[in-house]
C-alpha cells in the first residue's frame, strides 16, 4: 500500500503562485508514474498534469499549460506542482496520485493511489 499525502494548498491572489507537495509513503514511488488532478464544487474530478518514471516526460491539460510545472523527486519519494499566473478557475481540490507503472496518463480510473487532497483558493 502506498500513501500519498498533499501539502502545500491555500489562499491566493489572482496572478500569485502556489507550490504542492505530494510525499509518497514508500521507496517504490520511485517507478510510478504521478499525476495531479482537481475537483472544484459541483464539478467532476479533472486532469491537471502527470509525469512518467523517472521524469522525462510530462504531460499538462490545455487549461494549465504554461502556467503549471510538474516535477518529482525521486530521492525524497515526492512530486511537486508549482502553479503560477493562478486565475480564480483554478480553484479547486488538488489530489495527487500515483499509478503503479511507469507510463503516465490522464485518466483518473487508471490511477492505483490518492492522497487526501489539498484545497487551492484563487481570489479575484
Known amino acids: 500500500q502506498v500513501q500519498l499525502v498533499e501539502s502545500g494548498g491555500g489562499l491566493v491572489q489572482t496572478g500569485g503562485s502556489l507550490r504542492l507537495s505530494c510525499a509518497a509513503s514508500?521507496?517504490?514511488?520511485?517507478?510510478?508514474?504521478m499525476g495531479w488532478f482537481r475537483q472544484a464544487p459541483g464539478k467532476e474530478r479533472e486532469f491537471v498534469a502527470a509525469i512518467s518514471y523517472p521524469g522525462r516526460r510530462t504531460y499538462y491539460a490545455d487549461s494549465v499549460k504554461g502556467r503549471f510545472t510538474i516535477s518529482r523527486d525521486n530521492a525524497k519519494n515526492t512530486v511537486y506542482l508549482q502553479m503560477n499566473s493562478l486565475k480564480p478557475e483554478d480553484t479547486a481540490v488538488y489530489y495527487c496520485?500515483?499509478?503503479?507503472?511507469?507510463?503516465?496518463?490522464?485518466?483518473?480510473?487508471?490511477?492505483?493511489?490518492w492522497g487526501q487532497g489539498t484545497q487551492v483558493t484563487v481570489s479575484s
Open positions: 514508500r521507496r517504490t514511488f520511485s517507478s510510478y508514474a
Open positions: 496520485a500515483g499509478r503503479s507503472a511507469p507510463f503516465s496518463s490522464d485518466r483518473p480510473n487508471e490511477y492505483d493511489y
